[in-house]
């Protein structure tokens, strides 16, 4: 059979716009190109901001990924200025993200994930009481009731007779779907049964940072502080209701979250074949126990696993120049001098774009040399899976115990071996145990935060080196965050008090990337080599893989200047 090449353009359900393209032979994908489509911009508009500012305009990159790059921001700020950041803001920090984490993959997986795996449609053919018995024998979730479940069913049947509203060009009856009606109807009730929690633990990031999304952050700690008795600090009433959210969320995710994971993956385990893609994993590393300058006491650990040998963590270091490059052989920017094939450290990065692709509306990038808005990122020149999965497999390989364990449990309630992460179930799978975790470090963290409150260490602030007078002249930091999407960092260098440069990795740009200079691909185009598509006018199965990397391209592409300067034009005459 003839080569076929399908075209899936927007790829919905994430953030941003992304176009895959793929070339089907006899039924199975032999190469992909994914392509980033949306041009927004950042890096340049900080250029001679004060470094302080930078995390309120970086953090807007996107209103899914809130807080991180806030974080990033100011930690690459105190690395310029060697600031050292509070135990108990540190603390607070810690919270704020692991919140994060938590929102953030049970968004993913009921609302931009699951109907890759649930058939909405298929759930009017359950039985309520049955569903009840279901969920109740892997739950003790208060709302797994036959009533609850009825009313989810007649929802859907209102929704249905209108055309399904947004869900009308989903890929109902398709025979990839596996999950008998009682799981689909489970499945759609606890989908809408997220949308009523997520709002509710985001609370935790307005408490401390005073909103959500994009709550407040400071070069140097936290904008807050605490005093148990006073109305205007964090006193006794919002650290209650911290707690309070803490028990809920650790419910959702143990008892709702956790459970249909493991009953959706239960009838995919065919998945654990496909989309595995690349064989190497980098992780920042997150969650300083002993101070941000100690990665060795991280919660994850920093480093990277090449070619699936998890007897080897490699160390990574951010700031040397041979470690980490940004490619453009195949993105529409240009480098200064024609060095377009060589690899650009971000401290030294440039943001110049040069569009080169076919005009809009075409049918194909087949044929164009360049094909993608996003740059390509690389650890000594290798291609790298970040997310979940990646942090995971450092974590395991390096012997943390707590991730060694969850990560066994899992696996050994699915029946499977630890080579299934390597794929798009493993991938699916990581970001819950990843979620787990998170929910344990979250109460530990809050914990710790507390005891600090009862002996009255509750410094939220470092002021040192606050004044730019203090600053030397020349100065440059990164800081590095591991995002819920994976490895996220910024690059800043400080000339006498502003921002003379500054760039944004991120970990979409790491995974959805065009190849590079070697034709070596990127995550999400390696992830797709080898997976069957039953259906080429409905390629659900591009969509499983891709989707379970939980893509960002809001983040990844960056041209914009609020006060309507001419940065750069893209012509497409």
Not at 71 to 89: I, K, N, Q
Not at 230 to 238: G, K, P
């Amino acid at each position: 059979m003839a080569a076929t090449r399908i075209v899936v353009d927007p790829v919905t359900r994430i953030e941003g716009h992304l176009r895959v393209e793929a070339v089907v032979e006899n039924g199975v994908i032999t190469d992909a190109f994914s392509s980033g489509t949306m041009i927004r911009g950042l890096e340049k508009i900080l250029i001679g901001r004060d470094p302080r500012d930078a995390w309120a305009i970086t953090e807007r990159v996107c209103g899914v990924c809130t807080t991180v790059h806030a974080l990033a921001s100011v930690r690459s700020v105190e690395d310029a200025l060697g600031v050292a950041v509070p135990p108990t803001a540190e603390l607070i920090r810690n919270i704020m993200l692991t919140t994060q984490y938590v929102q953030d993959h049970v968004v993913h997986f009921y609302h931009l994930h699951a109907l890759d795996w649930v058939d909405i449609v298929n759930a009017l053919k359950a039985d309520p009481k049955k569903a009840a018995e279901l969920a109740q024998s892997f739950s003790t979730y208060d709302k797994n009731t036959p009533g609850h479940f009825t009313d989810v069913q007649n929802k859907i049947k209102q929704f249905a007779a209108s055309g399904l509203g947004i869900f009308n060009n989903g890929y109902w009856g398709h025979p990839a779907y596996k999950l008998p009606p009682e799981v689909n109807l489970i499945a759609v009730a606890h989908y809408l049964d997220a949308l009523e929690w997520q709002k509710e633990i985001v609370k935790i990031h307005a408490i401390f940072g005073g909103k959500n999304p994009h709550p407040n952050y400071l070069v140097g700690g936290v904008p807050c502080s605490i005093d148990v008795n006073e109305v205007a600090a964090i006193n006794s009433e919002r650290l209650n209701l911290v707690a309070y959210q803490i028990a809920k969320a650790d419910e959702f995710i143990n008892q709702v979250y956790i459970p249909d994971l493991l009953a959706v993956a239960s009838f995919y385990k065919d998945w654990a074949s496909y989309g595995g893609g690349l064989h190497n994993y980098l992780s920042y590393g997150e969650f300083p126990t002993k101070g941000y300058n100690h990665p060795e006491s991280f919660k994850y650990a920093r480093g990277a696993v090449l070619n699936r040998d998890l007897s080897t963590v490699y160390p990574v270091n951010t700031k040397d120049s041979q470690e980490i490059k940004e490619y453009i052989a195949h993105s529409w920017y240009d480098y200064d001098g024609g060095k377009n094939n060589e690899g650009m450290h971000p401290w030294d990065g440039e943001t110049n774009i040069k569009y080169s692709g076919p005009k809009p509306p075409f049918e194909t990038l087949a044929g164009f040399d360049k094909y993608s808005f996003l740059k390509t990122p690389r650890w000594k020149d290798n291609a790298m899976e970040v997310g979940p999965l990646s942090r995971l497999i450092v974590s395991y390989a390096a012997g943390h115990n707590d991730v060694k364990e969850l990560v066994g449990s899992v696996l050994g309630k699915l029946n499977v071996p630890v080579a299934a992460l390597f794929s798009t179930l493993g991938r699916t799978a990581a970001r819950g145990i990843d979620a787990a975790l998170a929910m344990v470090w979250l109460k530990e963290f809050y914990g710790e935060l507390i005891e600090r409150v009862k002996i009255n260490e509750v410094s939220t602030h470092n002021g040192e080196k606050w004044e730019p007078k203090t600053w030397p002249e020349d100065c440059q930091g990164v800081g590095m965050v591991e995002a819920p999407r994976g490895a996220l960092a910024h690059w800043i260098k400080i000339h006498k008090g502003a921002i003379d440069n500054y760039q944004l990795v991120v970990p979409t740009t790491w995974n959805g990337s065009p190849r590079d200079a070697k034709e070596q691909r990127s995550s999400f185009e390696a992830a797709l080599i080898g997976t069957p598509v039953a259906n080429l006018e409905q390629p659900v199965e591009i969509i499983r893989t891709i989707h379970s990397f939980d893509p960002c391209l809001a983040c990844a592409v960056h041209l914009y200047d609020p006060q309507g300067r001419h940065l750069s034009q893209v012509s497409f005459e």
